[in-house]
Nanobody
Framework: QVQLVESGGGLVQAGGSLRLSCAASGSIFSINTMSWYRQAPGKQRELVAGITTGNNTNYADSVKGRFTISRDKAKITWYLQMNSLKPEDTAVYYC?????????WGQGTQVTVSS
């Protein structure tokens, strides 16, 4: 089992920045991919960014060039640096990880971008 706890959400004006953190505990040795998803009201949850233990990254087209995912080498914490935020980035952001056998979600953190 892996437990995930997000932090760093909040209210920011358009053009501003936030950094989200996801702290993992439990069977962290089994994690092979770490990601951030988001879900806006009335919309499906979507992948925002992902990173592997080999540091390969991928991003949604809507956030490329603005968001950066990173992690510490011990895989205990990963981050989402969000710059040039737009009102359409408003959503609940969830961290997520996959192991060989399962996947796990955090509880979510609200990000609100005002225009």
């Amino acid at each position: 089992q892996v437990q995930l706890v997000e932090s760093g959400g909040g209210l920011v004006q358009a053009g501003g920045s936030l950094r989200l953190s996801c702290a993992a505990s439990g069977s962290i040795f089994s994690i092979n991919t770490m990601s951030w998803y988001r879900q806006a009201p009335g919309k499906q949850r979507e992948l925002v960014a992902g990173i592997t233990t080999g540091n390969n990254t991928n991003y949604a087209d809507s956030v490329k060039g603005r968001f950066t995912i990173s992690r510490d080498k011990a895989k205990i914490t990963w981050y989402l640096q969000m710059n040039s935020l737009k009102p359409e980035d408003t959503a609940v952001y969830y961290c997520h990880c996959r192991t060989l056998w399962d996947h796990f979600w955090g509880q979510g953190t609200q990000v609100t971008v005002s225009s």
